[in-house]
């Protein structure tokens, strides 16, 4: 069993940036991808980014050019970068472990509220 544990979030002002953490520990070998998902309030939760073991990236069409998802192994621990960012990404962020089942894990989530 993994474990997750999201860090990083807060409150910004529009156009700043914030870096989450996601540590994780437990079964390491049990990782797949990690994805960090967001859930703004009345919205359903939505993919933003995901990141392979081997590092290969992807995003959602939205945070695309202003985000960045890495990881380092060393610390099992990946990262979403987020700059420029807009009250529409005001969210609970949560990072989640993806096998080829779906998810099994995810984390307890961080606020990140961005204001006007």
């Known amino acids: 069993q993994v474990q997750l544990v999201e860090s990083g979030g807060g409150l910004v002002q529009a156009g700043g940036s914030l870096r989450l953490s996601c540590a994780a520990s437990?079964?390491?070998?049990?990782?797949?991808?990690i994805g960090w998902y967001r859930q703004a309030p009345g919205k359903q939760r939505a993919l933003v980014a995901t990141?392979?073991?081997?590092?290969?990236?992807n995003y959602a069409d939205s945070v695309k050019d202003r985000t960045t998802i890495s990881r380092d192994n060393a610390k099992n621990t990946v990262y979403l970068q987020m700059n420029s960012l807009k009250p529409e990404d005001t969210a609970v962020y949560y990072c989640?472990?993806?096998?080829?089942?779906?998810?099994?894990?995810w984390g307890q989530g961080t606020q990140v509220t961005v204001s006007s």
């Open positions: 437990g079964n390491l070998f049990s990782i797949g991808v």
């Open positions: 989640a472990n993806i096998m080829y089942s779906g998810v099994t894990t």
């Open positions: 990141i392979t073991r081997g590092g290969i990236t």
